[in-house]
């Protein structure tokens, strides 16, 4: 039997008992080490990934500072007076409470204060998030300081084009209202785009029901796990470019809601770079004919459909990872 676990996942190193292992668990309700037991007579196998420790506030710093493929924001920011800051909500592991407060900076910086700037939780078709999602989200510091609203698929969405895979662009009103416009989101393993993030946060983040309807039902289905370009990505991307995104946020994750990465700039160019991050710190052993894998999906265990991206190793495994 082997003890597996998913490319976006969190098992913590081998702890002492050969039948003993422990998963990460409850993405930011519980946060805490889940230990699994075993039977006595089963040889139990860890397969953890690559990780990475945690940048800090330097390597924070010198991401805003080295844009890939645009200007710093600061410079972007010039003369704007209407940004708009897209955040992924807790079914995602963005640790905005770090990233949202250094693009309110950079945003100062240009002489723009943080009561101008309005935060868009882009949760695409899922529930709005509360206020007690939106404090672990961004943090009550942010919240207080800016203007947050929930984007709602439903309604307030523009049209503004289609792609060239024949899904509809329709986009958040307020965000196409805004004259600069910032993506803040992570990137991690996902089955249709290949790597979540980037123009993700756009279509279907911010978009309508019906595109995102659109978007799911055509390119996604065709998509694969750690594949940088599939047709789902490529259509998001130029959903993206239709709605004139200026700049990119994205974070590669660790094993403990912290972040291993961080890439700005450009929504497609810095996207790019940060899935060649993401494909070493996600990058783990696996298991050729295992009785049993058991797979954590941790942290994107806060959301019950997110169940599937547990399965990114069964995907991109070299052999097949449990015998017949």
């Not at 002489?111 to 949760?123: H, S």
């Not at 890439?263 to 295992?290: I, L, W, Y």
């Amino acid at each position: 039997m082997s003890a597996s676990r998913s490319a976006a996942a969190a098992m913590s190193d081998p702890r002492p008992g050969r039948n003993q292992a422990e998963i990460r668990f409850g993405a930011w309700y519980d946060d805490r080490d889940l230990l699994l037991g075993f039977p006595d007579a089963w040889q139990i196998e860890h397969c953890p990934p690559a990780d990475g420790p945690d940048i800090g506030a330097a390597g924070i710093e010198a991401a805003f500072a080295n844009p890939i493929g645009t200007s710093r924001l600061r410079d972007l920011a010039v003369g704007k007076t209407r940004p708009c800051i897209v955040i992924d909500d807790l079914s995602r592991p963005t640790p905005g409470a770090r990233l949202v407060p250094a693009v309110l900076a950079e945003l100062r910086a240009a002489g723009i204060e943080d009561r101008e700037v309005l935060i868009l939780a882009g949760v695409a078709n899922h529930r709005p998030m509360t206020r007690e999602d939106l404090v672990k989200k961004i943090g009550a510091d942010t919240l207080a300081r800016c203007a947050v609203t929930n984007h709602f698929s439903w309604d307030g969405c523009v049209a503004i084009g289609e792609t060239s895979f024949g899904s509809p662009v329709e986009i958040n009103a307020e965000f196409m209202q805004s004259d600069l416009k910032i993506l803040v989101g992570s990137i991690i393993p996902h089955g249709a785009a290949g790597f979540s993030g980037g123009s993700k946060l756009l279509m279907p983040g911010i978009a309508s029901v019906a595109s995102a309807e659109a978007y799911h039902r055509g390119t996604c289905t065709r998509g694969r796990y750690a594949v940088t370009e599939t047709d789902a990505r490529l259509e998001a991307d130029e959903a993206a470019r239709l709605a004139g995104v200026d700049f990119l946020v994205n974070a590669i994750p660790n094993s403990r809601l912290g972040m291993a990465g961080l890439v700005t700039g450009d929504v497609v160019a810095a996207h790019r770079a940060g899935t060649e991050v993401a494909r070493k710190v996600f990058a783990s052993p696996t298991p050729a004919g295992a009785d049993i894998c058991v797979l954590s999906v941790y942290p994107k265990d806060g959301e019950f459909l997110q169940y599937l991206t547990a399965f990114a190793p069964w995907q991109t495994a070299p052999a097949p990872m449990v015998r017949e």
